[in-house]
C-alpha cells in the first residue's frame, strides 16, 4: 500500500540556516505529493504540493520537487526564520483519490 | 483560505462515558469529511471518510461501532467516542476537501484539532 516516510526530527536551526527535511514514498502509480505544516495551537495547512513528476512546489520560500526516480519530495528553504518553527507533514493521495496518507511529522525549531 | 472548526478543542471524560465531537465548515459546503487520529509523535492516521447523506466509510481496523460518524448537513459531521476508554485518549483531527466530486479535489483544509483525555 500506499506510505510516506519522513526524516525523524527534531530539526533545531539558528536563524537564515539551511533547512532541509527529508520524505521519500512508496505508491502505486504517480500519486500527487503534499507538504503540510502545523503551527503551535493551529489546524494543518497547506504548505505547497505536486502533482506530477517533476514538478516544483514552492510557497513562502519552501520548495519541493517531485522526483520519481528517487520516490522523493523533499523540503528546503535556504533561510529559516523563528516563524517557521512548527511540525511539517509530507502526505500523497491515496489510490482512490479521496484522502491523503501522512508521513509521521517532523518538528523545526528555529531559534534567533 | 476556507475555515473548519471543531468542537470542543479539549475534554476529558471518565472512562465509560461517550464524548461528541464536532466539525463544521465554516464558509463552504463539504459533502465529504474526514476524520483523523493523531498520537502523540505519530502520523495522522486516517479513520473514516463521513459523507453527507449516506454512512460513513470506516479504514481498516477502526471499529465502527465505537467512532460514530453522523454527517447532519452539508456543513456539520460529528464523530461521537462511545464507552471511551483511556486508549481512546488521543489528538481527532477533521478535515474537508473543497470542490467536487472528492476524487477530484484539489485540498483539504483541516479543523484545529481536539485532545480527547480518558481517565
Known amino acids: 500500500g500506499n506510505s510516506v516516510t519522513q526524516m525523524e526530527g527534531p530539526v533545531t536551526l539558528s536563524e537564515e540556516a539551511f533547512l532541509t527535511i527529508n520524505c521519500t514514498y512508496t505508491a502505486t502509480g504517480y500519486p500527487s505529493l503534499f507538504w503540510y505544516v502545523q503551527y503551535p495551537g493551529e489546524g494543518l495547512q497547506l504548505l505547497l504540493k505536486a502533482t506530477k513528476a517533476d514538478d516544483k512546489g514552492s510557497n513562502k520560500g519552501f520548495e519541493a520537487t517531485y522526483r520519481k526516480e528517487t520516490t522523493s519530495f523533499h523540503l528546503e528553504k535556504g533561510s529559516v526564520q523563528v516563524s517557521d518553527s512548527a511540525v511539517y507533514f509530507c502526505?500523497?493521495?491515496?489510490?482512490?483519490?479521496?484522502?491523503?496518507?501522512f508521513g509521521k511529522g517532523t518538528t523545526l525549531s528555529v531559534s534567533s | 483560505g476556507a475555515v473548519v472548526s471543531q468542537h470542543p478543542s479539549r475534554v476529558i471524560c471518565k472512562s465509560g462515558t461517550s464524548v461528541k465531537i464536532e466539525c463544521r465548515s465554516l464558509?463552504?459546503?463539504?459533502?465529504?469529511m474526514f476524520w483523523y487520529r493523531q498520537f502523540p509523535k505519530q502520523s495522522l492516521m486516517l479513520m473514516a471518510t463521513s459523507n453527507e447523506g449516506s454512512k460513513a466509510t470506516y479504514e481498516q481496523g477502526v471499529e465502527k461501532d465505537k467512532f460514530l460518524i453522523n454527517h447532519a448537513s452539508l456543513t456539520l459531521s460529528t464523530l461521537t467516542v462511545t464507552s471511551a476508554h483511556p486508549e481512546d485518549s488521543s489528538f481527532y483531527i477533521c478535515?474537508?476537501?473543497?470542490?467536487?466530486?472528492?476524487?477530484?479535489?484539489?485540498?483539504?483544509?483541516f479543523g484545529p484539532g481536539t485532545r480527547l483525555t480518558v481517565l
Open positions: 478535515s474537508a476537501p473543497i470542490g467536487s466530486p472528492v476524487s477530484s479535489y484539489n485540498e483539504q483544509f
Open positions: 502526505a500523497l493521495l491515496n489510490q482512490a483519490g479521496t484522502a491523503l496518507i
Open positions: 464558509d463552504f459546503q463539504a459533502t465529504t
